[in-house]
């Protein structure tokens, strides 16, 4: 009896090592679905609104401003007489073209904004993806994802557009009086620099 | 039958079965312990392979936008997406109209009026094109950018896993050689010393049935 073989004492520590490892791997799995599921808005129809609210937002300031342009350059025209006339056209495409390209630059850095805030987004995800590795714990970064999540969307600072089309307006306008002032061709300011009284002959005569 | 030359060759038999004994325990032992390395490495190898098998899929994954006629496609395609988005923020050719002309104006201005705002619709829609081209390239730049930050997310994680494996691995393999090791039987020992005990008896003289004969020591004379 006391000759039987003696047994050793079992080693359990790898077993428990590798029970933790699988708890630590899944917690970390559950976190990550914690936090795909927190950003799972953010999704493209998200970020088509988001373009959309950004163009909501300054398309109607740069229609305000152009129709304002519009009319006080037409004001002018008229001032001027030269209202339905290949001037006042011109005048007028001059301004129309400054607006078609205002409306798609508003259009273009609506883009590059949704670009940023996919971006910010993406940001937030993947340091809530590297805290939850540190952690391993789901709760947290569960609760960390619905933070950042809800301050995501308070970040940029959106101007108002400055104002676009009275120069546009202005130099319109200066052009129309300047056209108002000259003198019809043949014709010669006395006063201009190498200008003088007009020479040659003619109907009338001087009397006395 | 206990003769000392037969009692010393049983205990030197003893002797030499019980260090054999021993030898088989001992390379019993070693034989368990390779067995239960190889057997803890072939389940981390597993483990690992299937982590690998994983990385290579989203690898793969990445790698597939920059391969073949995707690239190209690609960049059509944010080009496409942004030029629509552009020039469909563009004004209308009726928002156009009406700056320069009145309802009294003459047919042929107002002839040169459509035309001149035909025009430059046409022109508003060629800086839209311009523009989308331009800015799909940027697009596609940052999109790729964040699709790699995101696969970078996931191999994070199973380069984390692998790394924590290894770990637990190297420990859970220690731990089965140590398991696998069978503590040393006493049979061998008390075999192997009972047969020199034999022996050295045997050799002392415990087992002559006959002493010899004690001289005696008498007077000769």
Known sequence: MCLSQ?????????????????????????????????????????????????????????????????QKEKYNFARAGVL?????????????KDYGNKRQQIASDALGATNDLKNNVANQKSQLYSQNLSAADPTL??????????????????????????????GTNAYMAGQNRSLPPGYATAFAPGGGIPTGSGSGRVVG | MCDPFTMAAVGTAASVGGNYLNSQNALGNQKNAIWASNNA???????????????????????????????????SAAQGGNTAAISGNAPTAAALAGGATTGNAPQVVADSENKSIADRMKTIGDNGARLGALSGYDALNQDTGRNLRDSSNQLGVIGNFAQQDANVGAATRQAAITNSQKAPSPFGDLLAGGGQVLSAGAGRGWFNKSPLPTPTYGALY
């Not at chain 1, 339905?84 to 129309?96: K, M, V, Y």
């Open chain 2, 41 to 75: 490495n072939t389940a981390l190898q597993a483990k690992e392979n299937e982590l690998q098998k994983q990385s290579s899929g989203i690898f793969d994954q990445t790698l597939k936008p920059f391969q073949g006629e995707l690239p190209g496609q690609n960049l």
């Open chain 1, 141 to 170: 970064a569960a609760s960390n994802a619905t933070a950042s999540a809800g301050t995501l969307s308070s970040q940029p600072q959106y101007s108002a557009l400055g104002d676009l089309f009275s120069g546009l307006v202005n």
């Open chain 1, 6 to 70: 003696p047994k050793l004492p079992q080693d359990n520590s790898a077993q428990i090592a590798q029970q933790q490892n699988d708890q630590r791997q899944a917690q970390i799995k559950e976190g990550q679905g914690n936090i795909d599921t927190a950003f799972s808005k953010f999704d493209q129809p998200y970020f088509d609104n988001y373009t959309k609210t950004y163009e909501d937002n300054y398309n109607p300031q740069v229609d305000d401003q152009y129709n304002l342009a519009k």
């Open chain 1, 84 to 96: 339905d006339s290949t001037p006042a056209i011109f005048g007028a495409d001059q301004l129309n």
